[in-house]
């Protein structure tokens, strides 16, 4: 399995970003899709978690009604759409896939073994 993200950069305090992963190497619609975060010198952090079929989400409750995760199966992505965003929104932001088919959108990093190079989200006050 192979991840990609991009869509990180640069934004003021109150604005939007938003996130893309694409993945490839197996069956992408078989595999829940996650989101964590890292600051350097911390441990990488649960942001949201989206099932195979997109019916299930979970979020950490620091991004609770601001992100929004969602997939398209058709295109091998997962997204997420960042709003309200907050100086402390600032990290590095991974998409992974775990190492099991049609689990549960889990906020475990121990349950995702694939990981994405990472992008970086900035956000200035």
């Known amino acids: 399995v192979q991840l990609a993200e991009s869509g990180g950069g640069l934004v003021q305090a109150g604005g939007s970003l938003g996130l893309s992963c694409v993945f490839s190497g197996r069956t992408f619609s078989s595999f829940a899709m996650g989101w964590f975060r890292q600051v350097s010198g911390k441990e990488r952090e649960f942001v949201a978690a989206i099932s195979s079929g997109a019916s299930r989400t979970n979020y950490a409750d620091s991004v609770k009604g601001r992100f929004t995760i969602s997939r398209d199966n058709a295109k091998n992505t997962v997204y997420l759409q960042m709003n309200s965003l907050k100086p402390e929104d600032t990290a590095t932001y991974y998409c992974?896939?775990?190492?099991?088919?049609?689990?549960?959108?889990?906020?475990?990093?121990?349950?995702?073994?694939?990981w994405g190079q990472g992008t970086q989200v900035t956000v200035s006050s």
């Open positions: 992974a896939a775990p190492s099991s088919t049609f689990g549960p959108p889990s906020p475990v990093r121990g349950d995702y073994i694939y």
